[in-house]
Nanobody, 123 residues
Framework: QVQLVESGGGLVQAGGSLRLSCAAS????????MGWFRQAPGKEREFVAA????????RYASSVKGRFTISRDNAKNTVYLQMNSLKPEDTAVYYC????????????????WGQGTQVTVSS
């Protein structure tokens, strides 16, 4: 069992930056691949980024590649999402998720979810 708690969301102007954090409970955090997803009002939850258990492998949605960076600190049981050059279309609730396998880009594949943190980008 893994429990996830996101933080770091907020209101930022277009072009600004935010760093999201996702703290995980449990001693097996380092054995899980982690992902970030987002969901805007009226839209389906969409994949943003994923990272493997060691941090040596990452995957990004084309819409955020080059602007967002996913990373993890297994000693702190935390995964991060650094978001730069934010755009109004990045506005959404951001969720972190965990799964035993790396590389999934669909929400249905992930076993554990946090409660989400709101990111709002003003124009």
């Amino acid at each position: 069992q893994v429990q996830l708690v996101e933080s770091g969301g907020g209101l930022v102007q277009a072009g600004g930056s935010l760093r999201l954090s996702c703290a995980a409970s449990g001693r097996t955090f380092s054995s899980y691949a982690m992902g970030w997803f987002r969901q805007a009002p009226g839209k389906e939850r969409e994949f943003v980024a994923a990272i493997n258990w060691s941090g040596g492998g990452t995957r990004y949605a084309s819409s955020v590649k080059g602007r967002f960076t996913i990373s993890r600190d297994n000693a702190k049981n935390t995964v991060y999402l650094q978001m730069n050059s934010l755009k109004p279309e990045d506005t959404a609730v951001y969720y972190c998720a965990a799964d035993r396998f790396f590389g999934y880009v669909t929400a249905e594949e992930y076993d554990y979810w946090g409660q989400g943190t709101q990111v709002t980008v003003s124009s």
